[in-house]
């Protein structure tokens, strides 16, 4: 569940209660009801109080959906007193075990932010990959008109935990930042929470100053080398059902008048190919 350049799809940090059947490390049959930490197209990461092994075959149960299927647990990956923390991948669940659609990661490329969606008719749920537009509708109404496939026809679409909007820093931005009629840009000049993640500094919550096609700027008085390869959940809502991303530092600036450093970064491609100074080309200095 580390940062990878080559992944399956999104991860979904999101609390799923689950049934747990099966032997533990010692052989002891036993049935536990428990919870997912992440979850993506093809497993997640969850909590037991018991001990497994690397490819330990056991059943799941998935209370919101109803679906079983057996998984394997791939590894062991940390835990707290509550329990242990283990990757694990569901066998044969098709893609829908989660009862979360989840997008091709290539639409992802050019994304400004990504979000956790659900359909105000059905209630059908979605990783949602947002270009700049549909990101600063989103947080200016709180809700995006989207083509509900379920639904055959366009719905209302908003963030699926009660009360955890997409968090507005600042009005909407001056008419100036925006296009003008006939032109494209993409980026947009807007503060919006996001969450950057190292795996030795830890997390932390900034705002963004742009949010670019495929990147985003922020200032942090972390220092980050050029190159450094984080996660980012943008927009960030916290104890929502936060996605975060691998991006990577392409940009570094140190200004004595800022008390912190600004820096861009751009979303890691989910194959290992070059890739342009995005944001770097797109936003303002």
């Known amino acids: 569940m580390g940062i990878e350049e080559s992944r399956s799809s999104d991860r979904v940090y999101l609390e799923l209660t689950i049934t747990l059947t099966g032997p533990d490390a010692a052989g002891r049959e ?61 066998l044969d669940a098709g893609g829908d075990f989660w009862g979360i659609n989840f997008p091709p990661l290539a639409s992802a490329e050019q994304a400004a932010g990504r979000l956790l969606l659900e359909c105000s008719v059905c209630h059908s749920q979605e990783v949602a990959h947002l270009d700049v537009f549909d990101l600063e509708v989103l947080l200016v109404n709180e809700c995006l008109m989207r083509l509900c496939s379920r639904c055959g026809t366009s719905t209302v679409w908003t963030p699926p935990t009660p009360g955890c909007r997409p968090p507005v820093k600042s009005e909407p931005p001056p008419l100036s930042s925006r296009p003008a009629e006939g032109k494209k840009q993409d980026f947009i000049q807007y503060r919006v929470d996001v969450c950057i993640r190292h795996p030795a500094q830890g997390d932390e919550v ?50 004595p008048a800022h008390a912190k450093r600004a820096y861009g970064v ?8 070059s890739s342009s ?9």
Request: proline share 6%; with cysteine; charged share 25%.
């Open 277 to 285: 100074a995005r944001l770097g080309n797109s936003t303002p200095g």
């Open 206 to 255: 900034v705002f963004t100053e742009y949010i670019s096609r495929g990147g985003f700027r922020f200032r942090s008085s972390k220092d980050y080398p050029i190159a450094t390869p984080l996660e980012a959940a943008l927009p960030y809502t916290p104890g929502a059902a936060n996605i975060f991303a691998p991006v990577r530092i392409i940009f570094r600036e140190e200004n």
């Open 30 to 90: 036993f049935t536990e009801e428990t919870i997912t930490l992440a979850v993506n197209r093809r497993g997640g990461k969850i909590m037991s109080r018991y001990a497994l092994v690397p490819n330990q075959k056991l059943r799941i149960r998935c209370s919101k959906t109803g679906r079983e299927s057996d998984m394997r647990v791939v590894g062991h990956i940390g835990g707290d007193r509550e329990g242990y923390y283990y990757g694990i991948e569901v």
């Open 266 to 273: 751009y979303y890691v491609p989910t194959k290992a190919t």
